[in-house]
């Protein structure tokens, strides 16, 4: 079924909140909520999606952890000189360069994973407007073709600022 | 009481942004001014090249001179932006807004800036993949000792600059859409192709702001890692009576804070003066950065007499002789009153005064004082030491320090400024989410008969 993705813009927080009851009431729990700044969770009602970003840290520590230790007994085995009466394996040596491992492996996949959570890198921006970075409030979503002006007429009624449509494939 | 101006969206991107879309003509002069210095450092690093490290003033048993010294002043420097920056998002403290950014650049600065240090001291930088498991020398069977603190150390600064540089980055994407959405030309391609196809979704703020909170939790380890990690460079040396002592690790980290948040404190100032942005850097937040100076300062200058005092508690007679040259002999015995007066007894009296700390110049060059004060510290430390280095007293030298040094040390300064000023220039040193965040969130609360400033926090 095509689909048209249509935005509508708000000044105000109130004005998008109503227009988001709006569409809630008309069946449309699926929308987008565009903002320039971070606002409290849930603050337009709309759906808080789940993400998985904290077993990245995990994973990327457990890796890092991995890679160090094997580096550090690697080198050691591979060039087994006595230094200081010290043991080829020396465990202390070896933990500080698996700490700083393990913690270069927990951050490096955190931030993969941040973006990776937020749907990151996007080629095309989809429908947007610059006035979000401004202080709008934008309220996007995805429609039947037929339902569009139902939409637009419900934005409108919210005392949107400005509504825009943008066809988008099946 | 605090002052507090409402800011609209259109408001912050306009001041913010200022210094990217409509760079003052100053700004290139004073740029143009920094690139003579910092080209002069380069030249003088190709000269040491071409010459040899013996263009260096360092000489038996003084091995490790000026370079060094301002080596472990810019680690020290770079650590405070991040703990700072960590440390107030953890503690969701409503003051931070401005200051987390210019703090964390100026650790990426400091620290880059750090890590060319022993490139400058070896002489040979074309080697330095001798040191880093990609370019580990197979062919001639080369391999690192990793027993010594010469590996701890690149592996942790590297970390901790990669960490910080991505950190930065990552948290860049809100502001750096605003950026795509403001700009024209080229650069709006540049910022659009940066910022990664940010929509400013509620999913994509989620994650954002939780990104800021567990990134800094993971920093910080990090952060407190790296300066042990140098201070080792100097205490696991057994052969240096200065040195070989276990406290050095959190003397140096707290150290390291104490120049670090004061190197912070004299950027904000610079950044007000320059953009005039005193809507943003508030004398508030000078006020409450002076309170976090006067404890940091103290539980600093504590590590210092404890450190100084147990030199001498086990009367022997090499720690002795280096602490004689430290506080008798010219020019040490100078440095050290120098030393001890800007690091701590001129600064922390002062700073106990609430008209002193919301006094932006007096700030600026107090914290100006500490950090000559924390230059000097760390050349007391390393200098003397390795004078007195030997027991027997025909095997004690000195050490002067030569102008290709003195160019290379002044030119680092001129690189830190130089990279923070360039940072201006292309993305917002303020937090624009941050503070736009902080416009929504504000409200005021009335107290009997007064309205009283207030932040609300989402939990």
């Known amino acids: 079924m095509a689909g048209r993705s249509i935005l509508g813009l708000f000044k105000e927080v109130d004005e998008a909140v109503e227009a988001a009851d709006k569409l809630k009431e008309n069946g449309i729990d699926d929308f987008e909520v565009l903002t320039g700044s971070p606002y409290p969770e849930g603050a337009f009602g709309e759906k808080v999606s789940n993400h998985r970003l904290y077993v990245w840290p995990l994973v990327g520590a457990a890796l890092g952890f991995s890679i160090a230790i094997l580096v550090t007994a690697g080198t050691q085995l591979a060039y087994p000189v006595v230094t200081g009466g010290k043991p080829i394996l020396a465990l202390p040596p070896m933990f500080i360069i698996a700490y700083e491992g393990t913690m270069l492996g927990a951050i490096l996949s955190t931030i993969i994973g941040v973006i990776f959570e937020s749907r990151l890198p996007k080629a095309k921006l989809g429908l947007y407007d610059t006035r979000i970075t401004e202080g709008y409030i934008g309220l996007s979503v995805v429609v039947p073709d037929g339902n569009t002006d139902r939409v637009d007429a419900l934005f409108k009624a919210a005392n949107a600022a400005d509504v825009k449509l943008e066809p988008v494939s099946a | ?459």
């Open chain 2, 1 to 459: 009481m605090q002052q507090r101006p409402a800011l609209t969206e259109i408001d912050i991107n306009r001041d913010l942004l200022r210094p990217i879309l409509a760079t003052p003509m100053w700004f290139y002069g004073l740029l143009m001014f920094l690139g003579i210095f910092v080209a002069a450092a380069l030249g003088a690093f190709a000269w040491a090249i071409n010459h040899g490290t013996g263009v260096y003033g360092l000489n038996r048993p003084v091995m490790w001179g000026f370079l060094l010294v301002n080596f472990v002043f810019w680690v020290g420097i770079s650590h405070a932006g991040v703990m700072l920056s960590a440390i107030l998002r953890l503690c969701n403290a409503e003051w931070r807004r401005p200051a987390t950014r210019a703090a964390e650049v100026l650790t990426v600065f400091a620290l880059g800036t750090a890590a060319l240090h022993p490139l400058f001291h070896l002489g040979r930088p074309w080697r330095i993949y001798w040191s880093m498991p990609p370019g580990y020398d197979f062919g001639r069977g080369i391999w690192p000792d990793i027993r010594s603190p010469f590996v701890w150390d690149p592996t942790a600064i590297s970390t901790y600059l990669t960490s910080t540089a991505l950190f930065v980055g990552l948290l860049l994407l809100p502001d750096i859409a605003v950026l795509r959405d403001r700009s024209s030309g080229m650069m709006q391609r540049v910022y659009s192709m940066l910022s990664l196809g940010w929509r400013g979704n509620t999913r994509q703020w989620k994650l954002q702001v939780i990104a800021g909170f567990l990134l800094s939790a993971l920093i910080l380890p990090v952060f407190v890692s790296v300066h042990s990690i140098v201070s080792w460079d100097f205490a696991v040396q057994i052969a240096v009576e200065g040195w070989n002592a276990t406290i050095f690790a959190p003397y140096f980290v707290i150290g390291a804070v104490h120049s670090g948040v004061a190197g912070v404190i004299s950027i904000l100032a610079l950044l007000r003066w320059m953009f005039k942005w005193e809507n943003y850097i508030r004398d508030d937040h000078f006020d409450a950065l002076a309170r976090l100076m006067i404890v940091v300062a103290v539980g600093w200058f504590y590590f210092f007499i404890i450190e100084f005092m147990m030199g001498f508690y086990p009367n022997e007679e090499p720690e002795l002789s280096l602490r004689a040259l430290q506080l008798t002999e010219w020019p040490f015995n100078a440095a050290f009153i120098l030393f001890a007066l800007t690091s701590f007894f001129i600064p922390v009296p002062l700073w106990l005064f609430r008209k002193v700390r919301r006094n932006v110049a007096l700030m600026f060059w107090t914290t100006i004082l500490v950090n000559i004060g924390m230059w000097l510290e760390r050349f007391l430390i390393i200098i003397p030491s390795l004078m007195r280095k030997q027991v027997l007293t025909f095997n004690w030298g000195s050490y002067n320090p030569s102008p290709i040094e003195l160019i290379l040390v002044g030119g680092s300064f001129a690189m830190v400024f130089t990279g923070v000023l360039t940072f201006a220039k292309f993305f917002p040193i303020i937090p624009l989410s941050d503070a736009k965040e902080g416009e929504i969130m504000a409200t005021e609360i009335r107290v009997g008969k007064v309205m009283v400033p207030a932040a609300y926090r989402e939990e």
